[in-house]
């Protein structure tokens, strides 16, 4: 999941804000930093925050373009459509989080 998130902010731009939204895509998945395992919940934690970066980096490029800064129409709409996708993927974890809980949650002991 974290891995696909990596994948989707990739991307070269050229625009003034673009080279902004450009320096805001490295990520780096959580490891704790005593042993170097990956906990869950920090796992989950940088998904979200990935998802939210990217939709701020959507709003910047959106804002950009409507005030006329030299954001490229081809650049806000690469950003926009890797927030939308990120937030998808991010919403398909959460239902599949749900539905697994629910089943166990159903199971006889």
């Known amino acids: 999941m974290v891995n ?3 994948g ?3 991307s070269s731009l050229s625009s003034p ?3 902004e939204l ?3 895509t490295a990520f780096v998945v959580g490891a704790t930093p005593k ?6 919940g920090n796992i989950i934690k940088d998904a979200i925050g990935q998802v939210e970066q990217l939709q701020d980096q959507a709003h910047v490029a959106v804002d950009g373009l409507m005030r006329g ?3 490229d129409v081809h ?3 690469i950003a926009a459509e890797k927030a939308n996708m990120a937030f998808d993927l991010a919403l398909a974890v959460r239902n599949k989080a749900v539905q697994s809980y629910q089943s166990v949650m159903s199971m006889q002991f």
Request: charged fraction near 10%; hydrophobic fraction near 30%.
């Open 4 to 6: 696909g998130l990596q």
């Open 8 to 10: 989707l902010t990739g």
């Open 17 to 19: 804000v673009a080279s």
């Open 22 to 24: 450009s320096s805001k």
């Open 35 to 40: 042993t170097g395992e990956m906990d869950f």
């Open 69 to 71: 800064t030299g954001t």
């Open 75 to 77: 650049q806000t709409m």
